[in-house]
T-cell receptor, first 115, second 113 residues
Framework: AQSVTQLDSQVPVFEEAPVELRCNYS??????LFWYVQYPNQGLQLLLK??????LVKGINGFEAEFNKSQTSFHLRKPSVHISDTAEYFC?????????????FGQGTELSVKP | DGGITQSPKYLFRKEGQNVTLSCEQN?????MYWYRQDPGQGLRLIYY???????QKGDIAEGYSVSREKKESFPLTVTSAQKNPTAFYLC????????????FGSGTQLSVL
């Protein structure tokens, strides 16, 4: 069965510092991978997605992620964070085929950016 | 503006009561989903529908029911059989062709009195 694991539940970081949010997935078949962001008391917004092709994916708000098949990872990075990046971040995997909308989510990582 | 509207934003349920959460979309999406969010557990799929008058159970469907009488609407009923209903409920939609990208509503927080 597919699963998605986010290795850190909370990541505190100072403003303008780099950040990496870690995500590992398990699957015996090809997967599509996503990062979503959730601001307090709101729904989720898509940051970026990997479907195929280049393993380095660029998203909105200066975020990027790298798909690593050998390590089954899809870590999210930003070289310099802002206070406004404070939010919860979810890694997710599609079940593939015609089940693409049925995502499997990780547990979430709370990013806290301090001045 | 196109989007997904969930109502109410906050909902309280009494013991033994059924409550219904509303989800409406004007994005002309075929597929709609209900997810439950609990702290530290991420999101889990309750029900989904890819076409009007048809829906399927997700991973945690027990204690919930849905209907899909119109393309735009996918209400979720939390029944009295759901013994731990306190959670944040998120509705989402997508097209079938590009169904990997989900568009989410702003959620309903359900609490038990």
């Amino acid at each position: 069965a597919q699963s998605v694991t986010q290795l850190d539940s909370q990541v505190p970081v100072f403003e303008e510092a780099p950040v990496e949010l870690r995500c590992n997935y398990s699957s015996s078949v090809s997967v599509y991978l996503f990062w979503y962001v959730q601001y307090p008391n709101q729904g989720l917004q898509l940051l970026l997605k990997y479907l195929s092709g280049s393993t380095l994916v660029k998203g909105i708000n200066g975020f990027e992620a790298e798909f690593n098949k050998s390590q089954t990872s899809f870590h999210l990075r930003k070289p310099s964070v802002h206070i406004s990046d404070t939010a919860e971040y979810f890694c997710a995997a599609s079940r593939g085929g015609n089940q693409g909308g049925k995502l499997i989510f990780g547990q979430g990582t709370e990013l806290s950016v301090k001045p | 503006d196109g989007g997904i509207t969930q109502s109410p934003k906050y909902l309280f349920r009494k013991e033994g009561q059924n409550v219904t959460l509303s989800c409406e979309q004007n994005l002309n999406h075929d597929a709609m989903y209900w997810y439950r969010q609990d702290p530290g557990q991420g999101l889990r799929l309750i029900y989904y529908s890819q076409i009007v008058n048809d829906f399927q159970k997700g991973d945690i469907a027990e204690g919930y029911s849905v209907s899909r009488e119109k393309k735009e609407s996918f209400p979720l009923t939390v029944t009295s059989a759901q013994k731990n209903p306190t959670a944040f409920y998120l509705c989402a939609s997508s097209t079938i062709a590009t169904n990997e990208k989900l568009f989410f509503g702003s959620g309903t927080q359900l609490s038990v009195l």
